[in-house]
């Protein structure tokens, strides 16, 4: 049933293409959903649009309705036409007449703004635990591998000397950035839509402010246009902290791929993490890593999919938007699932010992040799081109001591320092605040 029905059947074919899906997605708008019901119920029983009975008769059948979908106990069925229906149908049928009246003072714009913002900031959270559990992880890898050199790389050529914990750190650290976009993403999203009606408010008494620390939110989109201006806007920047994970995750399982090969032979990627061939008996391919970057690469596209959808639509609700959640949502289980097989592939790949020891990475040594001349006196220039010399002729010999000292350098990782950058960042983020208001408005009455 739609709640939009005026008594008239629509086409069956228009339902399917505009709404089929809807029921599958909405699936994780369900608990969002009838949180933010909760709140608008509650809200209509101070402001008199409701009895205190009836608000209170609602608020706690939604409450049981919460629960259950948080077990995973309730399923949108193919009578309903989305989990806006699904709820009202439900409450009718425990309240009757009751359960009519939560519509009121809403439009299905706002409930569903609210809804998504509720999802967003929770998927927020959610993927900001995994990256925790990868970003101590690689500290701890740092930790352990931080005097193993390793060779350093540019133009895809051997460069200066580098080592494992260098490498690990420097992944730690890009997941201390990619928290930047999660606090930029939380500050949009965490902010109340409801009560914005279809874009131009309501003539009802309602009370935003009521609703706004209910569900916990950090403040409201005042002007009830430009709350419906974002959706598109919110999504993108939700996107974009998505993103910023995704390329992480892309370029560190990158590495593995091409460092594993047996060209490089730099990491051991043990046999139970990865597949093999049905013609090469002898292979072992790094295929969790590669899937990891596949989908990772594809993730980064999440923002400028939501641009292509949302460009240049004028103001006011517009059907296109719901194409959104097609676009979101999937790639939110995406992202988790890459997140959660890094912290596999992390935790199971080892470093090999002694790799430069090989001839073949002698010439990495080239500039300690030009340090040590000028730091006896020898100009720059000309201690590079008596360096450049002995490697033409094949005389260089290096001395394979090395003295790093400056932050960040492979004699002083800083590992503190990045783990201070990540967690103030984390930190500041107001997860608990919202996920304390949700379970306290979720709660039994009298615990209230």
């Not at 293409?17 to 608990?31: E, G, P």
């Not at 998927?123 to 931080?146: G, N, P, V, W």
């Not at 890094?342 to 030009?370: A, K, W």
């Amino acid at each position: 049933m739609s709640i939009w029905d005026k008594g008239r059947k629509p086409d069956d074919r228009m339902m399917q293409f505009t709404s089929d899906r809807d029921r599958q997605l909405d699936q994780q708008l369900l608990a969002p959903d009838l949180a933010g019901s909760t709140a608008h119920a509650l809200m209509l029983g101070k402001t008199g649009l409701l009895s205190q009975a009836e608000s209170s008769a609602i608020a706690d059948a939604l409450r049981q309705l919460y629960h259950q979908a948080e077990e995973n106990k309730m399923l949108i069925g193919n009578e309903s036409e989305d989990v806006h229906s699904f709820i009202e149908e439900l409450l009718v049928k425990r309240l009757g007449e009751t359960g009519k009246r939560i519509h009121s003072g809403r439009s299905r714009n706002d409930q569903v703004l609210v809804a998504l913002r509720l999802y967003m900031r929770r998927e927020l959270q959610a993927i900001c635990r995994q990256a925790s559990a990868l970003f101590d992880l690689l500290i701890i890898k740092s930790t352990e591998t931080r005097d193993q050199v390793m060779p350093g790389y540019t133009h895809m050529q051997v460069a200066m000397p580098s080592s494992f914990g260098l490498w690990y750190s420097a992944f730690a650290e890009s997941l201390a950035d990619d928290l930047h976009g999660v606090a930029y993403a939380y500050a949009v999203v965490n902010q109340n839509p409801l009560g914005s009606g279809a874009g131009y408010g309501t003539s009802f008494p309602v009370d935003r402010e009521m609703t706004t620390r209910l569900l916990g939110f950090g403040g409201m989109n005042i002007n009830a246009i430009y709350a419906q201006m974002t959706r598109g806007k919110a999504e993108k920047a939700f996107a974009a902290a998505v993103s910023s994970f995704a390329s992480t995750l892309a370029r560190l399982a990158g590495d593995i791929c091409l460092y594993s090969g047996e060209n490089f032979g730099f990491f051991d990627i043990p046999e139970a993490i990865t597949t093999g061939s049905s013609i090469m008996p002898h292979k072992q391919n790094p295929d969790l890593a590669e899937l990891i970057r596949g989908r990772c690469n594809l993730l980064q596209n999440l923002p400028q999919e939501i641009t292509s959808l949302s460009t240049n639509l004028p103001t006011g609700y517009h059907r296109d938007l719901q194409l959104i959640k097609e676009l979101v949502f999937p790639a939110v289980t995406a992202l988790k699932e890459c997140l959660s097989m890094t912290l596999l592939l992390v935790e199971h790949v080892s470093v090999r010992q002694g790799i430069v020891n090989d001839p073949r990475y002698n010439n990495m040594y080239s500039v300690e040799e030009i340090n040590r001349l000028v730091a006896d006196g020898v100009p720059f220039r000309e201690a590079y081109r008596l360096i450049a010399k002995q490697i033409s002729n094949g005389s260089f010999s290096p001395d394979r001591q090395q003295s790093y000292t400056h932050t960040g350098s492979t004699g002083n990782l800083s590992l503190e320092s990045i783990r201070e950058k990540f967690y103030a960042t984390l930190q500041a983020i107001p997860f608990k605040e919202a996920e304390n208001a949700i379970q306290q408005l979720m709660s039994p009455p009298e615990k209230h």
